[in-house]
Structures are given as structure tokens and as C-alpha cells.
């Protein structure tokens, strides 16, 4: 159309720059306003169509492909790594604490360990923290007005920094993303967030405040949605310019020593200066071959004089290779070329923003080469960032990932130094769990086998102290007369005196009995007790540990034994009566004792006159005028007759008497009288009343005691003789006693040996099943470290290795 053809007619005009030189009216002047207005949108839509293809394939690689990626993945995974690698060591340390503190394992896990494996997990949370803040960093030098800020805004695609004409940088100035939504600084010194919305803002904040020098850094928080660059942890650091100070040493320890790349911006219309050369020597006596870039910024001037362009180029080239290789020394000769690069900032900005604001790259006014020098920015771009994450990837993790496998491998030297430990303990425990058990096993046969042998010998014992002590018991008791005579007491008929009498003849007999049998058979019983006793205890001690065995004669009683034997007479003779009343030894009482026997006679006397003797009855057991052996026979066998039998006897032994008596004194009187005459009849009676007479006299006090004494023995022996076994058998069982009471002291000390044994035994297994915890659980532990180990390698051929 019409319209189309002269809005083409007014573009060429205005791009001849013809019309704006011409006098036109104001309407006219309007029009044409507009018409160029419309030309240079149309042209900014065709651009856009024809350019965005190629400047996408040129800039992908600042998309998901860019170089930069290569760090933040690497970082990511390095993080993951370490704290896998934390919460590992953590794990152990928690487990060495455990074991540790268990007495009942021994020194499984010694203190010096869980320190040393405590320290490694500070170690750990430390790094931790330090990769979290970890970033890339690239700083930016050369002399003031070189374009430094230029070429940061020109990387960040906006005017983040003052930069152009009347704007220098003062002090230093990192740029580094942030996720929030607006720009922020903080200064040196203070944690304030002072706000900032525009370049201007931030200049003026720069300037305005006077406690910033050319040592101080700002730090400048830019949205990550409004910049690409700064969402892969790159920090991009401005400098003053290197001739405006004398500092460079506290520069380079302060901002340089933790920097990844270092970019020299010159200017192109100059050559290097002695200043910049003179900052990049100090650096590199600081760091070992530093990653340097040398931008010669603003070669778009070169195209004022394109015939010597490539001259100056080369002239550039040779100089910077030579700075890079021969002096510095930190990239070969095949390699320089690609540190050096011929650039406009000014261009790249300016043309970048344009593309933003979507106008045309290539719109207003630009030198000729524009393209080849925004390839080669582009090409500084790539290789900057392809340098800058290998270098950062290294710098910043190699000597953490070696001290990682350091740590991990002296925690495996730890497991492995458990794991050895505890089955070293383990199988001391299980020899000493099966040396506990058969000794348990031994000590329970032993004391089976000595309880039976030991039960024997004390019933042995037993018998033998019973039939020692009845025989001499039994002596004893035939000699009970001595002992009887030998009581000197006051004695009297009178009821009293007789009491006391035979009160202390007892005490006598009694104390007598016990002395004669202590010294009889005391010291004979004492010894085989004594000798039974030791033969225990020389029995027992094998089953017994050895703590105890030295205190195992405390159980056996140093005192000798103490043999009771307690005949008990008072008891024994207590319804003793004595018949002290004078007995004829002729008299009717004595012929019947004589003639029926003394317990027969007895009845008969009473049968004949019941009140005969029922006050004062004659000894009922033994009568005055027979031998002890016949008035108590031994083991009370009396030769009782049964009422009929009596009767008969009686009755014939009465006859008989009566008889005698009456025939007798008439036939033997008619028979003497006739043979002797009466003299020999007087005489007789006369024989027989002295005797009578004689008798009675010689009955006095001493005989009293004496018939007293003679009953005495002859009651006391039958009585004596019932109680032989009862005495006998209580002398058994207190040697019984005795010698079972010790035997039971040890069954005791053995019984808790053998429930030591159990608890042991209880004990060793409870510690075997936890070692064997132990062992598994350092395995275990130790095969993580392992994988942990094998990550980290992974990570070290990936990313800190270089790649064929």
C-alpha cells in the first residue's frame, strides 16, 4: 500500500540520516515522528523473528545445559554425601557412647574412640554448614574506568551496578542471588538490609556513605527471577580500580584466596599496565595457578581503524600470552588463547537490555563487528563458565571430599578395631562360658558323690561313738559301787538329812559317771570328729573357688568338741526308796526273801498281811541279802510268775514252813531232846538270840549308810541299764550333729559357688549374645562406611577428576 511504501521511503531516509538535517514544518515534523516510531517497531518484530533462533542456540547454554550446572549439581550431591556421611557418623558416635559405657563388656570401645569419633561428627556438622554456603566466585580487576562494572552487568544481562560515566567504583562489591523478591545490600560490619530498587539507589548508597574505603565490601542481594546467572550460586566481585591503592596484599588475603576465577579487564586502547601485572603477580604468590581471564574491553573502538585491527589484536594476544605463560606461569602456551579475549561490554550490555525490553539486538547505533565481538563475549561466557564450575567443583570440595574419606577411613579402622575386640571378647567368653558350665557340671557330680560318701562316714562315725560309748557306759556301771563309796557326805536316819543326803550322792554319781566316760571316750570321739572334719573340708575345697578356699577353715569349728553326755540320775533315780529299818537276817521276812525270791516274798508278805511294810515296803526291785547280779538281771528280765503260779509256790513254801515248823520242833525237839537233852536246845537258843543280839548292836549309823549305799547301787544299776541306750544313741546324734552341721557350712559355701556358677554362666551368655550385637552392628556400620566411602569416589572421578 501507499502507507507501507513511504513508511520504507521514511525509514531509509532516516536511516541515510537525511531528514532529520532538512528544514520540514512542524505537522510534517510530527508525522514523521510517528512514522519512525512505527518503522522501528515493525523492524523489531522482524528482527525478533529472524534473530531469536540463533541467539537461542547461542545462549542455551545458560539454560538447563549451561556449564554453570555442573557445580550446583555437584554441590547438591556433595551436600547429600555429607550429610549421609553426619548422620553416619553421628549413628557411631552413639554406638561407641553405648558400648563404652558398658562395664560389663570390658574396654570394647575406649574413651579415646568416642572423643575421636565425636570430634569427626563436629568436623562433619562444620563442613556441612561451610558446603551449604559454598558458591562459585569470580572477581573482576584492572585499572579504574577499564569497565569492570560494565562487563558485570553486561554477564548479569542488567544494570545491577553503577557503571558509565561519572561512576567508579569506590570500594569492593559482590553480587550474589537472593530469593527474595526485592534487591537488598548489606555493608561491612552490619547485618542491616538496606533496601534498593535501581542502579541509582544503589550508587548513590555507595557514595553517600562515607565509612566505605577502598578495603570494605558491599554486599549487593539480587533477585534470582531477575537474573539467570545468579541462580547457580555464582557471586560475581567488583573491584576499585588496582592504581588507586597500595594494599594489595590485604585485598588478596581479604576477597582473593577463596576466588575461583580472575578476570583482568583491560583496555584495549592501552596495552597492560606494570599495576595490573604487579596485582596478578601478587595473587599468584598466593595461590597456586590461579584461573585467570584477560578481557580487552572496548574493541569496538577498533573498528574506527579496521586496517589495523588484526596488527593491534595480535599485538594484544602476544603480550597477554606472554603475562599468562612466561611470567605468571599458570597455563601453557596452547592453552593461553583461549584465556584472552577482545570484547565491548558497552555493546553486549546495551544490546542485551534492548533484546529485554524486546527491541532489536542489532537496533541503534553500532560499530562494525558488532556480532563478532558479542560471539566472542559469548565465547568468554562459555569458556568463563565452563572454567569457573570445574575450578569451583575442585576448590571447594576436593579437600573436603579428602577429608571426608580420611574421616571414614579412620572410622573404619574404629569398627574394624571393634569388631576385632568384641570377637576376641566373644570367643574368651564363650571358652569361659563352657569351662564355667563344666565346672558347674563337675562340682554338682563331686557333690553328689561326696554327699553320699560323707553321709556314710557320719553314720560310720554314729555307731562307732554309740557302741564306744554304751561299753563304757556299761563298765561304768558295774563300777558304780567305787564311785558310791567314794561319796563322803553327813548322813541321818532323819527324813530331812536323807533328802540331802541323797540329793548330793546323785550329783556325785552323776559327775562321777561323766567324768570317768569323757575320759574314757571324749578324746577318742574328738579326734575322729576332728579328723571326719578335716576330711571334709579337704573334700570340699576343689569345689570351691579360690576366694574361697582360704577362708574355707572358718566353717570348721576350732574348739574341741564338746561331748554331752547327760545321764540325768536325779530324773533317772528319783523314786529311789531306801530301807534303812534293822532286818534280822534269821527272821521270818528274811527265810521268805530267801526261799521265793525277792519280788515273789514280797507279794507273799503282803498276801499274807496286807498291812506288812505299806508305810516302809522293803527296795521293791532288789532285797538287802541278794548279789546285784541276781536282783537285776540285765535288760530287766524278771522272773514274774503269774497268780496261779504264785499261789502254788506260795502255798507249797508255806506248807513246807509249817510243817518244818511244827513237826519239825516236835520231831527234832523230841529227837534232840532225846539225843543231846536240853543243853544243846539252850544252846542253840541261846546261839540264836546273840546273833540276833549282834546284830542289833552292830546296826548303827555307818551300817545305816552303808545298806543305803548297797541299795542304792543295786536300784541305780537296773535303773542305769535303761538308760545305756538312750545315752549311747544321744552321744550318736550330737557327734551326728556335729559333723552334719559342718558338712552343711560347706554344702552352703559350695551351693553358692554353684549359684555363682549360674549367674556366670547367666551373665557370659547375656554378654556373648550382646558382643555378638556388637559385631554385627560394626559390620554393619563398617559396610556403610563403605558405601559412603564408594560415593564419595564416585563423586571424585565425576567431578574432581578431568575427564578424557
Known amino acids: 500500500c501507499d502507507f507501507c511504501k513511504l513508511l520504507i521511503t521514511v525509514n531509509r531516509a532516516l536511516s541515510a540520516g537525511g531528514i532529520e538535517s532538512q528544514p520540514v514544518p512542524a505537522p510534517f515534523l510530527i508525522f514523521i515522528k510517528l512514522a519512525q516510531l512505527a518503522v522501528l517497531d515493525t523492524n523489531r518484530r522482524l528482527s525478533t523473528m529472524a534473530a531469536t533462533p540463533t541467539l537461542m542456540r547461542t545462549d542455551s547454554a545458560r539454560g538447563d545445559f549451561s556449564p554453570l550446572k555442573h557445580f550446583v549439581v555437584a554441590k547438591k550431591k556433595i551436600s547429600d554425601v555429607f550429610e549421609q556421611l553426619l548422620s ?58 577499564n569497565g569492570k562494572s560494565t562487563v558485570i552487568n553486561a554477564m548479569l544481562r542488567d544494570r545491577v551496578l553503577p557503571s558509565g560515566i561519572g561512576h567508579t567504583t569506590n570500594c569492593f562489591l559482590s553480587v550474589e542471588g537472593t530469593d527474595e523478591e526485592k534487591a537488598y545490600l548489606k555493608t561491612e560490619g552490619s547485618e542491616e538490609e538496606k533496601s534498593i530498587k535501581t542502579v541509582n539507589q544503589l550508587a548513590h548508597a555507595l557514595h553517600m556513605d562515607e565509612s566505605l574505603d577502598a578495603g570494605c565490601l558491599v554486599r549487593v542481594f539480587w533477585p534470582k527471577t531477575k537474573c539467570a546467572l545468579l541462580r547457580d550460586d555464582l557471586v560475581l566481585v567488583d573491584s576499585p580500580g588496582t592504581d588507586v591503592t ?4 590485604s585485598w588478596i588475603d581479604k576477597f582473593c584466596l577463596d576466588a575461583d576465577v580472575f578476570v583482568l579487564v583491560a583496555n584495549s586502547e592501552s596495552t597492560l599496565m606494570n599495576t595490573e601485572k604487579h596485582f596478578f603477580h601478587k595473587v599468584n604468590e598466593r595461590l597456586s595457578k590461579p584461573n585467570i581471564f584477560i578481557l580487552n574491553n572496548r574493541w569496538d573502538a577498533s573498528a574506527n581503524e579496521p586496517e589495523y585491527m588484526e596488527d593491534v589484536r595480535k599485538q594484544h594476544t602476544d603480550r597477554c600470552v606472554n603475562f599468562l605463560v612466561e611470567e605468571l606461569k599458570v597455563v601453557d602456551r596452547d592453552q593461553a588463547p583461549n584465556r584472552i579475549f577482545f570484547v565491548s561490554a558497552k555493546e553486549v550490555l546495551n544490546s542485551r537490555m534492548q533484546r529485554a525490553q524486546g527491541m532489536p539486538e542489532t537496533g541503534g547505533a553500532l560499530a562494525e563487528g558488532f556480532k563478532e565481538r558479542l560471539k566472542e563475549f559469548q565465547s568468554f561466557e562459555r569458556r568463563f563458565e565452563e572454567c569457573i564450575s570445574q575450578s569451583a567443583v575442585k576448590t571447594k570440595f576436593e579437600q573436603h571430599t579428602i577429608r571426608a574419606k580420611q574421616i571414614i577411613e579412620k572410622v573404619k579402622t574404629i569398627m574394624d578395631a571393634i569388631n576385632i575386640e568384641a570377637a576376641e571378647k566373644r570367643v574368651a567368653a564363650l571358652e569361659d562360658r563352657e569351662y564355667q558350665r563344666d565346672r558347674l557340671e563337675f562340682v554338682r557330680n563331686q557333690l553328689n558323690l561326696l554327699t553320699e560318701e560323707i553321709k556314710k562316714k557320719i553314720k560310720a562315725i554314729s555307731d562307732d561313738v554309740e557302741s564306744k560309748v554304751s561299753i563304757a557306759m556299761g563298765e561304768e556301771i558295774d563300777r558304780l559301787h567305787v564311785i558310791v563309796d567314794e561319796f563322803r557326805g553327813d548322813f541321818h536316819p532323819s527324813q530331812q538329812v536323807l533328802k540331802l543326803y541323797k540329793a548330793h550322792l546323785l550329783g556325785h554319781v552323776e559327775q562321777g559317771m561323766g567324768k570317768n566316760l569323757a575320759f574314757r571316750c571324749s578324746n577318742a570321739i574328738n579326734v575322729s570328729v576332728q579328723s571326719s572334719q578335716q576330711y571334709m573340708m579337704e573334700s570340699m575345697v576343689p569345689l570351691l573357688p579360690s576366694t ?137 537258843a541261846s546261839l540264836y538270840g546273840l546273833v540276833y543280839l549282834y546284830e542289833r548292836l552292830t546296826w548303827t549309823t555307818k551300817a545305816k549308810e552303808r545298806t543305803l549305799k548297797r541299795q542304792f547301787v543295786e536300784f541305780a544299776t537296773e535303773k542305769l541299764q535303761l538308760v545305756v541306750s538312750f545315752t549311747s544313741g544321744n552321744c550318736s546324734r550330737q557327734v551326728q550333729q556335729e559333723m552334719a552341721t559342718t558338712f552343711a557350712r560347706l554344702c552352703e559355701q559350695v551351693d553358692q559357688t554353684q549359684r555363682d556358677l549360674e549367674a556366670n554362666i547367666r551373665q557370659l551368655t547375656t ?25 564419595l569416589e564416585d563423586f571424585t572421578k565425576q567431578y574432581l577428576q578431568p575427564q578424557d
Open 548 to 684: 574361697a578356699q582360704s577362708q574355707v577353715h572358718m566353717l570348721v569349728p576350732k574348739k574341741t568338741f564338746d561331748l554331752s553326755y547327760d545321764l540325768n540320775c536325779a530324773a533317772i533315780c528319783s523314786d529311789f526308796q531306801e530301807n534303812i529299818e534293822f532286818q534280822f537276817s534269821l527272821g521270818l521276812k528274811a527265810l521268805v526273801h530267801r526261799y521265793l525270791g525277792s519280788v515273789n516274798a514280797q507279794r507273799a508278805l503282803k498276801l499274807v498281811d496286807p498291812n506288812l511294810q505299806n508305810s516302809r515296803a522293803v527296795v521293791p526291785v532288789t532285797p538287802s541279802s541278794e548279789p546285784p547280779s541276781i536282783a537285776a538281771p540285765p535288760n530287766n528280765e524278771k522272773a514274774l510268775m503269774t497268780q496261779e503260779d504264785l499261789m502254788i509256790a506260795m502255798a507249797t513254801n508255806l506248807a513246807s514252813i509249817t510243817s518244818r515248823t511244827s513237826m519239825g520242833i516236835i520231831v527234832v525237839g523230841g529227837v534232840v531232846w532225846k539225843t543231846v537233852g536240853w543243853r544243846v536246845i539252850a544252846l542253840s
Open 246 to 249: 597500595t594494599q594489595l596484599d
Open 88 to 145: 553416619y557418623v553421628k549413628e557411631t558416635s552413639e554406638f561407641v557412647e553405648v558400648i563404652s559405657g558398658n562395664e560389663a563388656l570390658g574396654t570394647i570401645a575406649t574413651k579415646d574412640q568416642k572423643v575421636e569419633i565425636q570430634t569427626y561428627a563436629d568436623k562433619l556438622a562444620v563442613i556441612k554448614e561451610v558446603l551449604a554456603r559454598r558458591h562459585m566466585k569470580v572477581a573482576f580487576f584492572g585499572r579504574t574506568s
Open 767 to 791: 554378654n556373648i549374645d550382646e558382643l555378638e550385637t556388637v559385631q554385627n552392628c560394626s559390620k554393619t556400620l563398617r559396610h556403610k562406611a563403605t558405601e559412603l566411602e564408594k560415593q
